[in-house]
Every structure is written in C-alpha cells, then in structure tokens.
C-alpha cells in the first residue's frame, strides 16, 4: 500500500494510547496510565499524535524523562513530559498530604 509522504499519521484512539501505555513497570503505568485518565480529553489531535511518539521510546528513556534526569529533543514530546509530570506530581502529593478535618 503506498501512503502519500504528505498526510499525517491518524490520531489515535484513547483505546489504542491506553493498551500502549501499559509497559510492565508499575511505575511508569501508574504515571502513563493516571494521565491518560484524567488528561486525555484535553489533548489536541496534535498532542494525542505526540504522546504516540513518546510511547516508541524505551522505558530508560521515559523514566530519565519523567524523574527529570533527561529531556527529550523532540520539543512536542518535551512539552508532554512536562504535563505529565505535573500532573503526576500534583496526584501524587494530593494522596500524601494528610487529610483536613
């Protein structure tokens, strides 16, 4: 099948993001997977495209990046990691900070 070099990759289902997101590590699921569910409505076609590329790297890489130990040279995926690790951050200390009576 030939595929015109023009056109764009499709965007990707919530479906298809999720089953990719799950990478056998309880950590990086916990972070992909959490900002999917609470960020995926609002990314962009473009964005949704991106987070697809992120996917394709290796599981070191997506851990130096989201412990913010290394950037990625893509600046869509570079702005990605930030939300994600914003929100991951932002989750996470909402679960440790102890309850108000």
């Known amino acids: 099948m030939l595929v015109d070099q023009g056109q ?3 965007e990707p289902t919530l479906a298809e993001l999720r089953w990719r997101s799950r990478r056998g590590t309880r950590e990086l699921d916990l972070i992909l997977l959490g900002f999917l ?3 995926f409505d609002n990314l962009t076609p473009q964005d949704r495209r991106a987070y697809a590329r992120l996917l394709d790297a290796p599981d070191p890489d997506l851990i130096a990046w989201l412990l913010g130990q290394a ?3 893509d600046p869509e ?3 990605l990691v930030q939300a994600i690790r914003a929100q991951s951050f932002f989750t996470a200390a909402d679960r440790l900070a102890p309850a108000r009576t």
């Open 8 to 10: 764009q990759d499709p």
């Open 37 to 39: 569910s609470t960020g």
């Open 77 to 79: 995926i570079t702005r």
């Open 71 to 73: 950037s990625p040279s």
